[in-house]
């Protein structure tokens, strides 16, 4: 890697590299014309799927950094380095050389982790299947930032260059609600005009202008422990209360919000009533005041039923990002750019989450679902299409050399 963190916490700068010369071209840029090599993106983007990096994999998160990191140094990147806590990857701060580096530019906001753990390449193997390719965290999100340096790489190889610095922040707990690094996403983005976020497309080919708010619960349930075989009827299981606790959850969704149990754990032994049991819970609304009276409904768990006792703790957040004038504008550019490709680019909202609803709540103008086109992210058929994948790459690099 070419960068480190010192003890006090600083970003090290410890592999400068001086700005390369560039034309700047003409506009209106002809992004059909590029240089963009999907030869070069398909080898890149393969040894990256095949470098597994769960979440909670820290040694498996940094080694995806050091490729990543490696591809950027290669292009002239001055890449740094930030360690995070116990049992996460860190953070990795890439800023191209540029006349006006230290200025106002172009953020391009990434997460490398994914929800796929080790071993997953035996029952989802990187594959080339006709127009598709195959892997885990191919298309959520190794595809879009792959897509996002070939990008840069193209204009490069153009002799074009970009009005604006552009710094590539990647990031390893996106997957869990971004915990550690939302403060770090924040500051980095205020020093930017623009954001742009490499995530999945939406079904429709649509970018995104706007997220859904989302927040996480941790609950446990207390119950009484006792001999399940011989004094069954003194104990209280946790599990059936969490189970009771389950189905009193997934009924509270309406159309203002959605309720999720994606993780449940209790019991130690088959022959002991489980004294505890724990759950996770995924809540979604479109807007703010909905997310907070679905807090309300969760937070009203706690308490005790039939013995058993539920505690509610509420986990990490993101807040609701609505779509402003100003992403709107960059909207505009960039659905002007697809439309010299033929393509008829439109916008939404979306549910899902990303580390754009921090920077679009800020009011800083961002741009997400600029990434790849393909389905199944999170799951064991996960894949991108290349000719979509390969023409929203272009768009993206007309983006780069257009915002000023």
Not at 76 to 96: H, I
Not at 187 to 194: D, F, G, M, T
Request: aromatic letters at 4%; charged letters at 25%; one cysteine or more.
């Amino acid at each position: 890697m070419t960068g480190h963190r010192d003890r006090g916490g600083a970003w090290q700068d410890v592999l400068p590299h001086p700005p390369p010369k560039c034309a700047t071209t003409e506009f209106p840029l002809q992004i059909d014309a590029l240089p963009f090599d999907a030869d070069d993106f398909l080898a890149r983007l393969r040894s990256w799927v095949l470098c597994e990096s769960p979440t909670w994999d820290a040694e498996a998160v940094n080694r995806m950094f050091d490729l990543a990191g490696r591809d950027l140094a290669i292009m002239g990147a001055t890449v740094e380095r930030l360690s995070a806590p116990t049992g996460l990857g860190g953070v990795v701060r890439a800023r191209m050389p540029h006349p006006h580096a230290g200025e106002k530019g172009i953020l391009i906001l990434a997460h490398l982790d994914t929800v796929h753990p080790i071993g997953t390449l035996h029952r989802l193997p990187w594959r080339e299947d006709g127009e598709r390719c195959y892997g885990p965290g191919i298309l959520d999100m190794k595809g879009g930032l792959c897509l996002a340096v070939s990008a840069l790489r193209a204009l490069t190889q153009a002799g074009i260059s970009t009005h604006l610095p552009v710094t590539f922040l990647l990031t390893g707990d996106e997957e869990i609600g971004t915990p550690f690094t939302r403060e770090i996403i924040e500051a980095e983005a205020s020093r930017n005009c623009h954001v742009l976020v490499p995530e999945p497309a939406r079904p429709s080919n649509a970018v995104i202008s706007g997220r859904y708010a989302i927040a996480r619960f941790n609950l446990r349930a207390r119950g009484r422990p006792s001999h399940a075989g011989a004094r069954l009827s003194e104990g209280r299981s946790a599990i059936e209360g969490m189970a009771r606790r389950v189905i009193e959850i997934n009924a509270m969704t309406s159309d203002d919000a959605t309720f999720s149990v994606g993780v449940i754990n209790g019991g130690k032994w088959v022959n002991c009533v489980p004294d505890t049991c724990d759950a996770e819970v995924l809540v979604m609304a479109k807007r703010q005041a909905d997310l907070d009276r679905a807090t309300a409904r969760m937070m009203a768990l706690h308490g005790v039923e039939n013995g058993i006792t539920t505690e509610v703790e509420r986990g990490v957040a993101r807040p609701v990002w609505e779509p402003r004038a100003e992403t709107l504008r960059l909207f505009e550019t960039a659905r002007e750019l697809a439309g010299s490709l033929g393509m008829d680019l439109t916008h939404e909202s979306a549910g899902g989450g990303s580390d754009g609803n921090f920077t679009g709540a800020l009011g800083i103008p961002t741009l997400d679902g600029l990434g790849a086109k393909g389905d199944g992210a999170h799951t064991l058929h996960e894949h991108i299409e290349m000719a979509p994948t390969m023409q929203r790459g272009r768009v993206f690099a007309g983006l780069l050399a257009r915002l000023s």
